[in-house]
Structure formats: C-alpha cells, structure tokens
DNA sequence: CAGAAAAGAGACAGGTCTGTCTATATGCTT
DNA sequence: AAGCATATAGACAGACCTGTCTCTTTTCTG
C-alpha cells in the first residue's frame, strides 16, 4: 500500500505496467487534479498509451472507472493516514497528531481538497457511494480512538473532530494550509481538552 | 432582496421578466441543482424561452453566465443571513443564531451544500473569483461581529467560527442537517464560551 | 507449437457542447 | 412614421463526448 503524501498524489502511469494499472494511475491524477466531468475519457486514453479497445475491456463505462478511482484514492488515503499516524503511542497521541497530519497533507503539492467532497459537489446525488461511505469510515475509525481514548460518547466527538476536519479541508482548499492550520488545531484541542463540552 | 429561503433556492423565470432575468434565473437554478459543467447552454436557452442570439447579446460566454450567477448567489445568500439574524438584539446574539440559520439553511428544500464551495471544487484554480470572495465576506462580517461583542482576536475568532461553518456545510451537503446540526451547536458553544480558548 | 486472451491502432456513430450566423418580428423613441 | 435596439426561430460549424467496431499484433498458456 501507497503510504507517501507523493503517492497520495498518485506515482502516475509507467510503461511496463499493464493496461489497467496505466489507466486507472492516469484516471487518478487526471481526476483529481481536473474533476470528474473535466476529464475526458479520450484524454485518459491518449496520456495512458493505452488502446481504447483495452480501455473498454477493463472498464465497461466511465462510471467504473470514477468507482475505481475513488475505490483507489480511498484505500491509498486510509492507508496513508493509518501510517502517518502509526508512531502514536495510544488512541489520545493519535487523535492529538490528526491534525499536524491533515496539516501536512494540505501542504503537499498539488492538494486539491478531498476526492470525495469534491465528487459529491461535482455529481450530487449521483454520485458514487463511495463519497459517502468514505468519509462514514473515516469517522467510524476517529469514533474508535476516541473510544479507545476514553472519550465519551464517542460518536459524538468523532463526529465534532470530523466537522472540523471537513472544515479545514474546505479552507485549506480555498485559502491555503495556513488559512487552515490554527482553527483546526484549536477545534482539536478544544473537542480534546476534556468532557466538560458545551451543550446544545 | 431576497430574503426567504425559498426566494434563495430561485423564484424561477416567468414569463414576464426581460430575457436577461428570464436566462439568469434559470441559470441560477440549473447550476446550483446541477453543477457548473453539467449545466449546458443549450438547457437554460430551452428552459428560459429565450432565443440563442438573445442570450449571446446578454452573456457573450457561459463563463460570463457562471459570474453573473455567483454574484446573484452571492448577494441573495448574504441578503438572507442579514435578514435571519436582523432579530439579534445584539453581536453575541447575532453570532449565537448563527448556527441555527445555519441549520434553516440546510433543511431548506433542495439544498444542495455551498455554491461556492461547489464551485470552487468543480473549477478549481479556474474558478470565478467569487467563490474565493465569498468566504472572505462572510468571515469579515463575522469578524465584524466578534469586535462588536468583545471577542478578542476577532479575525482568530471569525476562522474558528467559519472553520465550523464550512465543515457542517459539508457535513450537511452530505449526510444530511440532523448530522451536521449537533457538532455545528457545540463547535459554536465552545468557540463562544470565552477567552480561555486552548493554544496550539 | 498452437490456440486463446489481451493489447494496439484507429475509424466510426450518434450525441452534446459552445458559439456564430441569417432572417424575421416586435416594440420603443424620436 | 422611421429607425433602432431587442426579441424570436433555428440552421450551422467545429469541437468534444462516450461508446462500438474492425483488423492486426503481441503475449501468455496449455
């Protein structure tokens, strides 16, 4: 598994991979960089080096291939967060380290905010499920360490730790990793910072 | 202007108006139900009854149609929150009620998450300059507020708020306002509580 | 080695996209 | 009444879109 910011990014297509790696690494930097609806299947073909036969045999529509890249860019983000995140020595230093790593992903070049907001925003309710399903893993795996931390109730400061992080990624998408950088650390440490949370 | 929530989701064009308002309601319909790219040309000349030259003397591109939308968007979304909150009797107030014209927001009949935030997602680095500009007005209003109510750094406030804002837009956008609706409550409360916000 | 599966190259179809053009009708202003 | 801006109606161009098809070549496997 891909755990570098710089395969997050995406290694791009090789030559000496087979037909259907070569297009999905292509798909999966041309759709994030440019959106779905941007980019076209011929332009995936042409910069793949890939026959449009080929293309067709591993991918019988567009949508599968959009699934395929956001099924992709789904395991390579987990897998990346879970390693940027693995030297915590328990669930409270992981939770309290999310941030500096979301921070470092922001930072990384040619961010362009998050596949699966940016798919949802682009295709509505037509979107893959996969937009969705994303983020409810991301925060069943916040609602574990919180859990594990001894945070309780744990669907509720998972769900408090992810509005913040959906708000920084939105910020820092718009204006920048600095725009974004000390509201979510101060969102984070104040969620953190103890049970005694305000009530609606 | 525009004040209710309905008049925000688009009154439509009727009949009456002169073909440029005619175009730009229809537009401003189709491109926040749908998108940017998905949204052709040739749907809003149809669903406008205008005739193609009469749009093309009015908008000389679609991406001229894009600005004119987001401005309009842009000045009725700000119209209706100043409205909302004009019962406020005072800043603190006026920012307490946010997060529940917030909550209106997204339990308003076909809402469809940020237009700007959408559309920056759709068009990235090219998208119209509104979308960028949006978020600074509204955080300067909001900064606006926190001087007024003592809040002090008010511009470190306003991120924090905003940072808030923009994750429960997401939330909402997609999972829905019950989900956004508890961390966006809290997420304010604690930002509000005081002075003694934690350091990063 | 022989057959099958996969890949390459590219023509083609049918649709949609933005934007231009011609021709005609309507209504306002002077 | 004359002239002009604006409207309607719709053909048209040229590009791009997804997806199908044929034909040839390579590569893998039994």
Redesign the pocket.
Known sequence: MFTTLDNLAGPGPQPDQ???TRVLECAYRLFYRHGLRAT????IIAES??????F???F????ALVEAYLDLRHARWMGWMESRLSAAPDARAWLAALPDALDDWFRAPGFRGCAFINGHAEAGTEAPAMTVTHKRELAARIARACAEAGLAPPDEVAADLLLATEGAIVRAQMEGADAARGPLLRAFARVLAGPERAAA
């Open positions: 087979d037909a259907r076209g299947i011929d332009r080096g890939v026959a449009k036969a080929s067709y045999r591993h019988p529509t567009k949508q």
